[in-house]
């Protein structure tokens, strides 16, 4: 990563708005583990390439996570980008490579960032395959993308309004607090007991940090996490990430639904 991570995200907007032709970019969507078949009802294609094709992204190491940037028009009219993948703090690329994409597309001038996730879900009302919605987080990587004197609030950082808005798509939609864990290694029950001890509903491996620099960027975001197994403890067995796949593909043609319908009205 460059020495001026901001400058090198604003390098990749103006690629990214040269290349398909837009004065520029007013929603996104990261996709995360299991979500990859949401992204096909999102809107009009107009366009697609690598990530790795625009400056400062790395090609996504991650099984089961895309490496491609789409251009939508949603059905609202609005211009959206597509991640279809992020990289992940556990990759050891450092945290600004993390939210590279986050302020790529707040430099391409988008203001609404749906971030999403699969996780462990420590409510054993939420089966796997459930979709919650992030209340609030606590961050447990012991990193920000943030340096210096930086005090960005992060009150209500997962944006009330955009959760109404999100639940006038599906009512059931329940809300929880995401713990993010370094990873990679999957939390040991006394981890997860621990997460649930501070206020944590959901575990996983991503989202606060992006969630950070987009609030940093004045980005309103809307957390939106798949539970794609019980968390460790809560599971009576081992944890898998074929599993988290596997709850990913069961859950697609719902996670599709939901994610048009968010678009429609984002
Ligand atoms: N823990 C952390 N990350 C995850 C999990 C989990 O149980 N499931 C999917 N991502």
Redesign the pocket.
């Known amino acids: 990563m460059a020495d001026d991570p901001y400058a090198l995200a604003r390098e990749a907007a103006a690629e990214l708005l040269r290349r398909f032709d837009l004065e520029s970019i007013e929603l996104a969507f990261v996709l995360g583990?299991g979500w990859s078949a949401a992204a096909d009802d999102l809107g009009e294609v107009l366009g697609s390439c690598p990530l790795a094709d625009l400056p400062g992204f790395a090609a996504p190491t991650v099984v089961g996570h895309g490496g491609e940037l789409r251009i939508v028009r949603t059905a609202a009219g609005k211009t959206a980008a597509l991640f279809t993948g992020r990289t992940h703090y556990y990759e050891g690329r450092g945290v600004a490579q993390v939210v590279h994409g986050v302020r790529t597309a707040a430099a391409a001038g988008v203001s609404t960032l749906v971030l999403t996730n699969?996780?462990?879900g420590l409510n054993p009302a939420w089966p796997p395959g459930t979709a919650v919605l992030i209340r609030d987080h606590i961050n447990l990587t012991a990193a920000t993308p943030l340096v210096g004197p930086t005090f960005i609030d992060m009150t209500d950082a997962y944006a009330p309004r955009l959760r109404d808005l999100a639940r006038t798509v599906d009512p059931t939609l329940p809300e929880g607090v995401y713990v993010q864990?370094h990873?990679p290694n999957?939390?040991t029950p006394a981890e997860v007991r621990m997460a649930g001890v501070l206020g944590g509903d959901l575990?996983?491996?991503s989202t606060t940090l992006e969630t950070i620099a987009a609030r940093e960027a004045g980005l309103d975001v809307l957390g939106v996490s798949l539970v794609?197994?019980q968390?460790?403890g809560i599971s009576p067995t081992p944890?898998h990430h074929e599993e988290?796949l596997e709850a990913g593909r069961e859950a697609g043609p719902r996670l599709r639904v939901l994610l048009g319908g968010l678009a429609g009205v984002l």
């Open positions: 583990s699969g996780c462990g864990f990873g999957f939390e575990v996983g491996m794609t197994n968390a460790a944890l988290v």
